[in-house]
């Protein structure tokens, strides 16, 4: 019997709910060459007698609960295929993912992972405004990417099996973000290559493991403390990448401080933290983008639904107001320019397409003040001139 090009792993946990969607979502590609084998680890739903109504068309394996590490390297050691499509139980793909991943592959054949953007949707289904991913970016540009932070979906992930199998897996020792680890793994010999198009639906909900703060805190400096070790409290000892890395970790804790915990002096403290580590997040826009949602509901950022904008950009402004008035020898106080210039322009992105014109000129304006070199910077000046235009013409 012809082996399958592709094997489609989709591990499974108590998704009897959501499973069959999934599954109908891969018989339903048009591209055919492929098995699909559900890895039950170990469900205490009717999980089983949803796969089984598949019949032959799906592969059914149930094991000993692992997590979704010993998931899904079960699958991969039971697969055939040349290359290994994930599929989360509760996530969907649109009927030509695997068509136009297979051709990504093609096209980048000395690659070892190719992923796509995702449309977030709700419990039920619905789609929500938020779009998961991220732009491709260019060969050797994604390690540094994601030693700051993982935006990669696992269901968006098509990779070769060859560089799964050097790179020794998924480690089962993590519990979650273990799919982070083996991508970083696997960017120390290949690349990983990716596309704008969304191909997938990707599913939020009250269990998923991101709405644990605690949990996801520790997973995310697991990672990194494999990586490059522990932090010393030494950073200026440590290697770039290092100091990277455990910068995103702190990065991290300041989103989930402030979205979750609605915790903003913890957030400040682990933002101070976090530039004494790695001074480059100075100029990290997402960060601060990130911040003046987080009272938005999940998949729901980019859009107008909920977000208080006006009164985060207080917190926001209160929390830097903590974090450079605080004594420090390592001489932060000579990132504070660069930073309060940060924070306004990503500030004024957000009300410029909010239409907020006036608040997004003070605010541009403001950046322009703490850094005055961003004159250069055509999206800024751009849409500063327009604000002045439209408001004026209002």
């Not at 917190?315 to 420090?328: C, E, R």
Request: charged share 25%.
């Amino acid at each position: 019997m012809k082996k399958p090009y592709i094997s489609v792993i989709i591990p499974l946990y108590n998704q009897s709910k959501y499973v069959g969607e999934g599954i109908r979502s891969a018989l339903e590609q048009t591209y055919k060459d492929y098995e699909i084998i559900v890895i039950d680890d170990g469900s205490t739903d009717n999980s089983r007698e949803v796969v089984e109504l598949f019949g032959d068309q799906v592969r059914y394996i149930w094991q000993e609960n692992k997590g979704l590490a010993g998931a899904r390297n079960t699958g991969i050691r039971a697969s055939k295929g040349e290359l290994i499509g994930l599929l989360d139980a509760d996530d969907q793909w649109l009927p030509k993912y695997l068509e136009k991943m297979v051709a990504l592959a093609d096209q980048y054949a000395e690659a070892a992972v190719y992923y796509c953007c995702a449309q977030s949707m709700d419990e039920s289904g619905r789609d929500l405004p938020e779009i998961f991913g991220g732009p491709p970016r260019l060969p050797g540009e994604m390690y540094s990417t994601l030693l700051r932070a993982n935006f990669l979906i696992p269901s968006t992930i098509l990779m070769r099996r060859s560089a799964v199998e050097e790179a020794e897996m998924f480690d089962k020792s993590l519990r979650s973000c273990e799919d982070w680890d083996l991508w970083l793994r696997i960017l120390k010999t290949d690349d990983i290559i990716g596309t704008s198009e969304c191909l997938v639906r990707y599913r939020l909900h009250s269990s998923s493991l991101s709405t644990n703060p605690d949990g996801m805190q520790q997973a995310t400096r697991e990672v990194m403390e494999k990586h490059f070790g522990k932090d010393d409290g030494n950073p200026q000892k440590w290697s770039t990448e290092k100091r990277r890395a455990f910068g995103g970790v702190y990065r991290y804790h300041v989103l989930t401080s402030a979205h979750l915990r609605n915790d903003w002096g913890v957030a400040g403290s682990y933002f101070r933290k976090a530039l004494q580590i790695d001074p480059t997040l100075s100029t990290d826009l997402d960060l601060f983008y990130d911040l003046a949602h987080v009272n938005q509901p999940p998949g729901f950022r980019g859009s107008k639904y909920g977000i208080d904008l006006e009164g985060n950009i207080g917190k926001i402004f209160a929390m830097l107001l903590d974090v450079f008035s605080v004594s420090d020898p390592s001489n932060l106080s000579s990132l504070r320019n660069k930073t309060y210039g940060t924070a306004n322009y990503a500030l004024g992105l957000i009300a410029y397409n909010l239409g907020s014109l006036y608040l997004s000129r003070n605010l541009y304006l403001k950046s322009l003040y703490y850094r005055p070199y961003l004159w250069r910077d055509k999206r800024l000046i751009g849409n500063l001139i327009k604000s002045y235009f439209n408001v004026s013409s209002g």
